[in-house]
């Protein structure tokens, strides 16, 4: 089956504007997560879906959100960019609940934002 | 607060075994995994353990998991060049933290051939 798709896989944006995100899960997965990816900062975690709701969030400000749709395709926005905004963006899907508990996330490739 | 770290580089020659460590915060934590990221791509699944085993092994990879030191560590057997990634640590904790997986910052691999 298909993977985790998101989209655009590169995008260069200025300081100021906005930028939308889009993530498109396995086929029957209803959990979506992002993640910010940095050379400074690893992996940090931004926000997750589930079902169109939001259940857990990071430590990012407000400028960082999300949604997600019935289908549970799930979007990012990062309004009032910042250089610092620089990064990977990593979405993932997860087949919950899972028998084990465990959480078992599979990723997408990402998509490379560069602000200028 | 949750937290995991490791040790940002770790160089290898081919055939040796390469150990790579995690520590974390969280002793509630209840499952720790261990994620490999190779150039362009986003991040795949190795293997995971619960926090009631102290190892795990799977052909080349062994896991192992001490809960009083809250370290983690994943060993590759024979190391190959293709094993040459980023390997990253995490955990989550469904009780606590809902379905919030939390990761380091990374190990970057490099295998000398």
């Known amino acids: 089956k298909a993977g985790v798709t998101q989209t655009p896989r590169y995008l260069i944006k200025t300081r100021g504007q906005q930028v939308t995100l889009s993530c498109s899960p396995i086929?029957?997965?209803?959990?979506v997560s992002w993640y910010q990816q940095t050379p400074g900062q690893g992996l940090q975690f931004l926000f997750e879906y589930f079902s169109e709701t939001q259940r857990n969030k990071g430590n990012f400000p407000g400028r960082f959100s999300g949604r997600q749709f019935s289908n549970s395709r799930s979007e990012m926005n990062v309004s009032t960019l910042e250089l610092g905004d620089s990064a990977l963006y990593l979405c993932?899907?997860?087949?919950?609940?899972?028998?084990?508990?465990?959480?078992?996330?599979?990723f997408g490739a990402g998509s490379r934002l560069t602000v200028l | 607060g949750e937290d995991v770290e490791q040790s940002l580089f770790l160089s290898v020659r081919e055939g040796d075994s390469s150990v790579i460590n995690c520590t974390y915060t969280?002793?509630?934590?209840?499952?720790l995994y261990w994620y490999k990221q190779e150039p362009g791509a986003g991040l795949q699944l190795l293997t995971y353990i619960f926090s009631n085993m102290d190892m795990k092994q799977d052909q080349r990879l062994t896991v192992l998991l001490n809960k009083k030191d809250k370290h983690l560590s994943l060993r590759i057997a024979d190391t190959q060049t293709g094993d040459s990634a980023i390997y990253f640590c995490a955990e989550s904790n469904p009780l606590t933290g809902g379905f919030k997986t939390i990761f380091g910052a990374g190990t970057r691999l490099f295998v000398k051939a």
């Open positions: 993932a899907s997860s087949n919950l609940p899972q028998s084990s508990g465990a959480n078992v996330l599979t």
């Open positions: 086929s029957g997965h209803r959990s």
């Open positions: 969280d002793s509630s934590s209840t499952y």
